[in-house]
Nanobody, 122 residues
Framework: VQLQASGGGLAQPGGSLRLSCTTS????????IGWFRQAPGKEREGVSC????????YYEDYVKGRFTVSRDNAKNTVYLQMNNLKPEDTAVYYC????????????????WGQGTLVTVSS
C-alpha cells in the first residue's frame, strides 16, 4: 500500500495550487482519502476527506469555500484544489487512507504519504 502526495510548491497569497495523491497496492478499489497538514511548530490538523463509497466530501471551516477535493478513479488519484491561498495555509500536506466517518481524527487513517510542502508567501 502506497500513497504519493505531490504538487506542492510556492504560491502567492490569493494564488492556487493543486495537490495530487496517487494510490497503489490497495486490495480494494478507491479508498477513502483524507488530507491533513502540519504547519511549522504546530500539530497536524485535518483539511478534507473524500469518501470512497459515495463520494461525500468533508472540509474544515478554515478551508471551506477555498479548497475542493475530488477523485479520478481511473487514475487512482485524489486531488486537492487549493484556491485563494493564504499565508496560514503554509504547511506540509499529507494524504492518508482511512475512514471519513472518523475524520478529522487521525485514528482511522493508517497509511500515509510522505507529504508535500506548500508555501504561501509574497
Amino acid at each position: 500500500v502506497q500513497l504519493q502526495a505531490s504538487g506542492g510548491g510556492l504560491a502567492q497569497p490569493g494564488g492556487s495550487l493543486r495537490l495530487s495523491c496517487t494510490t497503489s497496492g490497495f486490495t480494494w478499489d478507491y479508498p477513502s482519502i483524507g488530507w491533513f497538514r502540519q504547519a511549522p511548530g504546530k500539530e497536524r490538523e485535518g483539511v478534507s476527506c473524500i469518501n470512497n463509497s459515495d463520494g461525500a466530501t468533508y472540509y474544515e471551516d478554515y478551508v471551506k469555500g477555498r479548497f475542493t477535493v475530488s477523485r479520478d478513479n481511473a487514475k487512482n488519484t485524489v486531488y486537492l484544489q487549493m484556491n485563494n491561498l493564504k499565508p496560514e495555509d503554509t504547511a506540509v500536506y499529507y494524504c492518508a487512507t482511512g475512514a471519513c466517518y472518523l475524520y478529522p481524527s487521525e485514528d482511522g487513517f493508517v497509511s500515509w504519504g510522505q507529504g508535500t510542502l506548500v508555501t504561501v508567501s509574497s
